[in-house]
């Protein structure tokens, strides 16, 4: 019997770490293993401490390895953070005969690679590489908005592009990471880009929908137009800055305010509960919290985080022009009243949004907002494995690797 596909994409947060095993053929998939842990050592998507996130990693890796019977040997990292940039570009090409007279010729799978790669020529740092070139729209001689070219019959091929760039450092150090656990990283996938591609519908990409995935440690934002990506934006400020808000004036540690933040705080103070809650602070004293004030709190945050939000979207996009609106998704999406908050800030429909059900899982608490990137670095890279060149991620657990494993964890234990 021949092995089944395996892939396997890791959500690398700053505050939690997914991983996802999933079989595949096709655009089909199902994920079979699923893993997740507390992530140490990242800060805003950085990496900042590199044997505290080697541990994280390898909890969440061993967890979901563990519910399958599958062992991972490679995987694509989702990446954010503010060393991510975008910007605009644009490339033309000539296709077959362009004499006077021409019509040309039937564009092909190389035409657009050319334009494409034409589109990709700037000046970039040594430590910067382009990450994803993200077509907007093509135009065929005077024929614009096209979305694919091929097959078309002209003389001239025009591309307006969106790239991605990411540093190279930031790269290298997860390389690090996973180099220490032999796992190779097939590839880097934008993690807005991914959580898109787990919530909108083919409607929502081509009429204009703007996904904003609210993380740990950054907000990342994707403007989806014309069935293109138009813009995407990452903002330094996530859920951890309510958390450690309601830490520093409750007085108590960060895991007891994320979970007040989770169970009693709401996006808007009046719609807040009343209740009073019992603490205990940091030194070990008994304390009661109301929760109004706690909300007011997580009010002030989300207002902080959205307001943000809308300017730098602003910058590129009328935002009621866009029929879908704004689809909320990411731990903070999961905030009590974010979406009629959200209402009071966007002049759009709101809407959040969750990894679409049409996925077999084995397990169905995964199809929550939080795990709404984990779940789009597989269907990306399913869906563009033959651009990614993507071989078997997985093989069925052996015994060699294992004792290797094992014997790294007894030597640096």
């Known amino acids: 019997m021949a092995e089944k596909k395996i892939i396997c994409g890791i959500d690398v947060g700053t505050t939690k770490i997914v991983a996802v095993i999933a079989e595949y053929s096709d655009k089909d998939f199902s994920i079979v293993g699923i893993g ?13 401490n590199i044997k ?32 991510i940039m975008g910007m605009d570009g644009a490339g033309v090409v000539s296709v ?72 190279r450092k930031t790269e290298n150090d997860f390389k690090t990471c996973f180099d220490d656990l032999s796992i190779d990283i097939s590839d880097f ?54 958390t450690q808000d309601i830490a520093r004036t409750i007085g ?28 205990k ?36 996009t009328k935002i009621e022009n866009l029929s879908f609106g704004i689809i909320l998704t990411g731990g903070g999406a999961e905030l009590r009243s974010i979406t009629e908050f959200s209402e009071n800030i966007f002049p759009s429909k709101i809407r959040i949004g969750k990894p ?3 996925i077999e899982s084995v397990e169905d608490h995964i199809f929550r907002p939080k795990y709404s990137t984990a779940i789009g670095i597989i269907k990306y890279a399913v869906d563009h494995k033959e651009d990614l060149g993507i071989s078997d991620a997985g093989r069925k657990r052996g015994f060699l690797r294992d004792f290797i494993t094992n014997l790294k964890e007894l030597w640096n234990n």
Request: aromatic residues 2%; contains cysteine.
């Open 36 to 48: 997740e842990s507390k992530s140490d050592g990242l800060q805003r998507g950085v990496i900042v």
């Open 52 to 83: 505290e996130t080697i541990k994280s990693l390898s909890s969440a890796i061993k967890k979901a390895e563990s519910q399958c019977g599958h062992s991972v040997r490679s995987v694509f990292v989702g990446i954010s953070g503010d060393h």
């Open 96 to 167: 077959g005969n362009a004499g006077a007279g021409s019509i040309g010729d039937v564009i092909d799978k190389d035409d657009k690679d050319r334009v494409l790669k034409s589109a990709q020529a700037m000046s970039l740092s040594s430590e910067r590489r382009i990450l994803h070139v993200l077509s907007q729209n093509f135009k065929v001689d005077e024929r614009s908005g096209i979305e694919e070219p091929e097959g078309l019959t002209g003389s001239r091929l025009a591309a307006n592009v969106h790239l991605v760039t990411s540093s």
């Open 189 to 242: 996938v934008l993690e807005p880009l991914a959580s898109s591609y787990s919530i909108l519908s083919k409607d929502e990409k081509k009429l204009g929908a703007i996904m904003i995935d609210i993380g740990g440690g950054t907000t990342d934002i994707v403007v989806w137009e014309d069935g293109g990506i138009k813009d995407t934006i990452i903002i330094p400020l996530g859920g951890e800055i309510i």
């Open 252 to 279: 108590c540690p960060m895991n007891v305010a994320e979970d007040l933040k989770i169970k009693y705080g709401s996006a808007i103070e009046d719609l807040a509960i009343e209740e009073k809650i019992v603490v």
């Open 281 to 316: 602070s940091s030194e070990g004293n008994i304390q009661e919290v109301e929760s109004r004030m706690l909300s007011s709190i997580v009010e002030a945050r989300v207002q902080e985080i959205l307001s943000v939000a809308k300017f730098k979207i602003e910058h590129k």
């Open 356 to 358: 679409m059900k049409n």
